[in-house]
């Protein structure tokens, strides 16, 4: 039996306008072929080329969130200082029993943002994956 070669070795020159030579960037844009040839193969030979898809609601929700962690790591990082000032503070004994209370609140506050922080992850991820 002999094997049929399957390189590609015709060639086909083709003159484009600007405006179409954009609006066939756009549509390959919007596809997930790799390269402009196998995306303009596909479309001679009319065969399916699969678009992408963005939900636009996850990406204002993405936006969103983005957002958000930048606040929770200021917070995070204002609430970090203050504590360090506070430690520079020891020799007087009222902020000793401040500094050990508030010590247990960050810890609450920073498992908060880190949990925060995960969902954002997960829901990046997801989003990434659409």
Same mark, same amino acid.
């Given at each position: ?15 484009? =306008?600007?405006?179409?030579?954009? /609006? ?6 919007? @596809? =997930? ?29 993405? =936006? ?6 930048? $606040? ?16 520079? !503070?020891?020799?007087?004994? $009222? ?7 508030? $010590?247990?609140?960050?810890?609450? !506050?920073?498992? @908060?943002?880190?949990? /925060?922080?995960?969902? /954002?992850?997960?829901? @990046? ?6």
């Amino acid at each position: 039996m002999k094997e049929q070669n399957k390189n590609r070795i015709r060639w086909i020159h083709l003159r484009l =306008t600007n405006a179409e030579y954009e /609006i066939l960037q756009k549509h390959f844009a919007k @596809s =997930t072929c790799l390269k402009l040839s196998d995306f303009a193969r596909k479309n001679l030979l009319q065969k399916p080329i699969v678009m992408k898809y963005r939900n636009e609601s996850m990406d204002d929700l993405l =936006t969103e969130l983005i957002q958000l962690k930048a $606040e929770l790591n200021a917070i995070g990082n204002n609430f970090n200082q203050a504590v360090k000032k506070l430690h520079t !503070l020891v020799q007087i004994p $009222e902020f000793k029993q401040w500094i050990r209370v508030y $010590e247990l609140e960050k810890k609450v !506050l920073f498992n @908060s943002i880190d949990q /925060i922080k995960n969902h /954002i992850k997960i829901l @990046s991820e997801k989003w990434l994956q659409l």
